[in-house]
């Protein structure tokens, strides 16, 4: 009997810990506003997550071992070693597709982020704008007024609990930007060259932008593909919704 009990304790207690937060508002499945404006909000006011959902920080997410450019579809290689993501938690989504009671095989995004900061150990070498380069230290690259297009793949679940889950197999997100501003330390192992370099640079950043555009893309396709798959795997499509 005391077993019973303990066993019905935690699976509530289980439960309970999986609900949204009760300043978040439900929306009916399908209401594509009602949803842009509740992920948005859960964006911007829990900026370091909520573990019982299994949101994390959205404000800064680090990865290792990130490939932006390779030399054999450019002519510059371009690698972190490790990269931090800022800016996520003031996001706006614009619109949200495919929402519905019955889960669909894709669900479109579109949001606005003001500024996105992407800084950490850097490794490069090859050509860029005609000249070659090549250093390694620390990169800061800032993305101006970006505007995101994202679909994700996904495959229901159900599980035990008699709830549907989400599978996400895949992410595609594409961004442009109005500016982009670089900083990389100790190119040529000199700062003069440096400050030269990044001051080219900037100064036809769509150049560059048109060379990293990709493996940006990339980057922030594992970025958003590892918040929602975190969520995901914890919390339930149907628990996302008014009932």
């Given at each position: 009997?005391?077993?019973?009990?303990?066993?019905?304790?935690?699976?509530?207690?289980?439960?309970?810990?999986?609900?949204l937060p009760p300043d978040i508002d439900k929306c009916q499945a399908g209401d594509a506003i009602c949803i842009a404006k509740t992920i948005t909000y859960i964006l911007q006011s829990y900026p370091k997550g909520i573990p019982s959902i299994g949101l994390d920080a959205v404000d800064a997410i680090s990865f290792q071992n990130v490939i932006v450019s390779r030399m054999e579809s450019s002519k510059l290689d371009l690698k972190f070693h490790t990269l931090t993501v800022r800016g996520f938690e003031n996001t706006t989504v614009l619109?949200?597709?495919?929402?519905?009671?019955?889960?669909?095989?894709?669900?479109?995004?579109s949001a606005f982020t003001p500024l996105l900061?992407?800084?950490g150990e850097y490794e490069t070498q090859g050509i860029l704008l005609t000249m070659p380069i090549q250093g390694r230290g620390q990169a800061l690259v800032e993305l101006k007024d970006c505007q995101f297009r994202c679909k994700v793949r996904a495959?229901?679940?159900?599980?035990?609990?008699?709830?549907?889950?989400?599978?996400?197999?895949?992410?595609?997100?594409?961004?442009?930007?109005?500016?982009?501003?670089?900083n990389f330390d100790n190119l040529f192992n000199n700062k003069d060259l440096s400050d030269t370099m990044n001051d080219?640079?900037?100064?036809?950043?769509f150049e560059i932008w048109k060379t990293l555009r990709k493996g940006i893309n990339s980057a922030l396709d594992q970025v958003s593909?590892?918040?929602?798959?975190?969520?995901?795997?914890k919390?339930?499509?149907?628990?996302?919704f008014q009932e």
């Open positions: 009997m005391k077993l019973s009990l303990f066993i019905g304790c935690l699976t509530i207690a289980f439960v309970w810990g999986q609900q619109d949200a597709k495919g929402f519905d009671a019955d889960i669909p095989r894709v669900f479109e995004l900061r992407l800084e495959v229901e679940d159900q599980r035990l609990d008699g709830k549907r889950y989400l599978e996400i197999p895949k992410v595609k997100c594409l961004v442009d930007v109005q500016s982009m501003h670089i080219l640079a900037n100064n036809n950043w593909g590892t918040i929602l798959r975190r969520v995901a795997k919390f339930s499509y149907d628990d996302f």
